[in-house]
């Protein structure tokens, strides 16, 4: 059997090179570039090269929502119905506003509502008018085509028909500081695979495909597959022989049931920086005999991180639609290390099949293969039921201590609200994988490292599927700080790894040697839920076991600000829960499995069976809270009244992650029900305000 | 041991927060980076932009700083050599 195959029907882009896909042909046909010193916001040193995304209109949203509006709304202008899901790939979201009303002093909470990445898919949604999954992927520079693969996944299996995904991320001062203080800016424009290259130029974009499972009458292309992988070997450079890079490149081919000889050009990665370009050449090399033409479009559009590797799929959408290879832009002097011929000018020829590599800080990769329309064959069904995870092992941080601490609270109806101090939290860590974490990286870490020794196995999960609303919030603020206390001199570089909202997944991968599938996803309040969908569509039934982590930490400076459920007044809560998941079905343990999960609530539409559930676990940010009542009343109508209701929130205090704790408790809940008092052996997990999702967890 | 070499070893375990590591433990002779302290090249890139803060030196050349960063001591000889700042 094979699966349906996923055909590009729409393409939306705008980036250094142009804004529209027009534009942006012929700038690539021209080669053109993009990148000069960066004027877009003011500096106090000569700008270095940059490359800012040109003809965006005006907007009162952030840079990156307007970015990814405007790629919206020209890959959906021919769409007669709106995307069942939405999957946004980005590092930025608002921080370029953030950085602006930061420096001007606004303590108002409202001046920071944009600030959340997943504003920028929620935008997005009520654009294109899409109700259902709006989620958003966080994994540093792969960002765009780990959203790709994602949504990939999602139409293959039959869980919706269509998804509008890719990536979008504008310039900040975090990203053109932060890789300055990593010196992988060269200033003098970035030069992918040059013999004297030094760095890349940050630019900015973004760039969406509307995939459906349905062919319309003229595809663009077909996005043949996708192959994900984590280098588990640093939090920013790439392994140096690109193992990493060749497990996703090996991985893409064989789901698409393609030889490298089938492959008519590469899209390199080809950042410019001297690591990226030496470890992706090796990986190319070990894949391919005789590698097919290749290229790098960076030196031309820059690196548009989170967008980059959307706007290069559309690239190869338009290259196999306009039958054109696009050149090395900037190569003056192959660098003969590398041992690969990039093309220095733009070829006319015909194109079926590109492969395009992203990677990104935490050894995060992707690698996607788009082909000609009709051209392939659809690869065989990878057998995947999408029928719930078996919880092998759990753990939680909450106020009141690690996981025993808390449930002995949490299953009495206790408070456990507030921030376990830091030492506590790296006592049970290796020392030296610390050394350089903050809070939330050491929360994720320890979440991790107890689930997998909660799980008594000795295998360690091979995939990490982690969610978190804010990300990194100490080492973001002190890297901004440091940025304007020295007049915008001296950052410091470890924060801005650090900084990365896949920081935490990066770390674990590393500690565990999971070099699986690595995603992160951002979705406020309902990270921990779309972290759980997301390793619900992308594990296999053979694939090996997972880590899902929800995590976030309290900061007393962003908190407050950025997220509408905290208020300035509050004590501070944080922590997160963590799971340690089979897809294999083992008699006695708790299953877990996502229902539903919709932006605009629909009661009617909602799958949740009547008195089938022992407890519900319902989530009400304090920021939703009328709201929130009021679609519990509704659903309450579903599940019956009698069915008791716990509000988790009274009891962990407000933060993002909270739902991660909830559902460590419903875990325990039915493993400890040894009085039989759940009869149905069914608890129910309630996300509510902006959202709706629903999981079950059941115990056989 | 200088001042200096002294001053430097209070400098790293503080902002690569080498909380396990005294001064007595970092023999100035050792290979700094990939040796037992664990340093890698992101510490580097932070001891990069300490020197520049505290000394005024700008290392942006990676030939110049894999020998300056080889050992502590050599730090210390590089710093001594090219800041107008510091005089011992």
Request: net charge negative; with cysteine; glycine share 8%.
């Amino acid at each position: 059997m094979s699966v349906p195959k996923t055909y590009i029907s729409g393409l939306g882009i705008i980036s250094s090179l142009g804004n529209g896909l027009t534009a942006t042909a012929r700038a690539l046909q021209e080669n053109r570039c993009g990148i000069s010193p960066l004027q877009l916001f003011p500096l106090q040193q000569p700008p270095l090269p940059a490359a800012a995304a040109i003809d965006l209109a005006e907007s009162s949203l952030p840079r990156t929502h307007a970015l990814a509006l405007t790629a919206a709304k020209e890959a959906t202008h021919e769409c007669t119905e709106a995307p069942q899901a939405v999957i946004i790939g980005t590092t930025t979201g608002g921080v370029l506003t953030t950085e602006h009303h930061l420096t001007a002093g606004l303590t108002d909470p409202q001046a920071y509502q944009y600030h959340g990445l997943t504003t920028v898919a929620e935008a997005v949604a009520e654009q294109c008018g899409c109700t259902g999954k709006a989620f958003t992927v966080s994994t540093a520079c792969s960002s765009g085509a780990v959203a790709l693969a994602l949504a990939l996944q999602m139409l293959q299996s039959g869980e919706v028909r269509s998804v509008l995904a890719g990536g979008a991320d504008s310039l900040s001062y975090l990203t053109y500081f932060g890789f300055h203080s990593l010196q992988l800016v060269d200033p003098e424009g970035c030069r992918p695979l040059d013999r004297h290259r030094c760095g890349m130029s940050v630019g900015e974009g973004g760039a969406l495909l509307l995939l459906t499972a349905d062919r319309p009458e003229n595809p663009f292309a077909e996005l043949l597959a996708a192959g994900l992988s984590c280098d588990a070997h640093h939090a920013a450079a790439p392994h140096p022989e690109g193992k990493g890079a060749q497990q996703a490149m090996v991985t893409a081919l064989h789901s698409a049931s393609l030889q490298p000889e089938e492959i008519d050009y590469i899209n390199l990665h080809g950042t410019g920086t001297p690591d990226n370009d030496l470890a992706e050449a090796k990986a190319v090399r070990n894949v391919f005999q005789n590698p097919p033409p290749l290229s790098s479009i960076k030196g031309a559009a820059g690196h548009t991180l989170a967008a980059a590797g959307a706007i290069e799929a559309v690239t190869a959408a338009i290259l196999i639609k306009d039958n054109f290879l696009p050149a090395n832009r900037g190569l003056q002097e192959t660098d003969p290390e590398l041992q690969l011929q990039p093309l220095l000018k733009t070829q006319q020829q015909k194109v079926s099949s590109v492969l395009s590599n992203s990677f990104g800080f935490g050894g995060n990769n992707g690698c996607l293969l788009i082909g000609r329309t009709d051209h392939y064959p659809a690869p065989e069904l990878t057998q995947k039921k999408n029928d719930g995870l078996t919880i092998l092992g759990t753990s939680c941080i909450t106020g009141a201590g690690l996981t025993e601490a808390s449930m002995d609270r949490l299953l009495h109806n206790s408070k456990v609200a507030g921030q376990l101090p830091l030492d506590e939290i790296s006592a049970i860590l290796p020392a030296k994988n610390i050394r350089r974490l903050k809070r939330f990286s050491r929360m994720g870490l320890a979440l991790a490292h107890e689930a997998h020794r909660d799980s008594n196995s000795n295998e360690a999960p091979d995939n990490i599927f982690l969610g978190t609303g804010w990300g990194a919030l100490s080492e973001t603020h002190d890297f901004l700080q440091k940025l304007r206390e020295t007049d915008e001199q001296f950052p410091s570089p470890l924060d801005f790894v650090g900084s990365v909202h896949n920081s935490a997944a990066g770390q674990i991968a590393i500690l565990f040697a999971a070099t699986g599938c690595n995603i992160t996803s951002s979705g406020g309040d309902y990270s921990f839920e779309q972290a759980l969908c997301t390793a619900e569509s992308m594990l296999t039934d053979d694939s090996p076991a997972a880590f899902v982590v929800g995590v976030d930490e309290g900061h007393p400076h962003f908190s407050p600000l950025f997220d509408p459920s905290i208020n300035t007044t509050d004590s501070l809560c944080d922590g997160g829960g963590g799971f340690s998941l089979t897809r294999k079905k083992i008699a006695g343990k708790v299953r877990v499995r996502p229902l539903f999960f919709q932006r605009s609530f629909a009661a009617d539409s909602c799958t949740v069976k009547a008195d089938a559930y022992d407890l519900i676990l319902a989530g009400i940010p304090a920021a939703d809270k009328k709201k929130g009542e009021k679609q519990l009343a509704q659903l309450r109508q579903k599940t019956g009244k009698s069915t008791p209701v716990l509000l988790y929130r009274e009891l962990t205090g407000e933060f993002a992650s909270a739902s991660a704790i909830a559902a460590v408790m419903a875990v325990h809940l039915l493993e400890n029900n040894v009085h039989h008092s759940l009869q149905q052996k069914r608890i129910l997990l309630l996300g509510l305000g902006r959202c709706v999702c629903a999981t079950e967890f059941s115990i056989q | 041991m200088d001042e200096l070499t002294a001053q430097l070893k209070e400098k790293l375990i503080k902002i690569l927060n080498l909380s396990d590591v005294s001064p007595e433990d970092i023999d100035e002779n050792a290979q700094l980076v990939g040796g037992e302290l664990g340093i890698d090249s992101i510490d580097v890139l932070e001891m990069v932009v300490m020197v520049e803060k505290d000394y005024g030196i700008v290392i942006n050349n990676k030939e110049i700083g894999e020998r300056v960063f080889s050992t502590l001591s050599a730090l210390s000889t590089y710093i001594r050599d090219n800041s107008s700042t510091f005089s011992s």
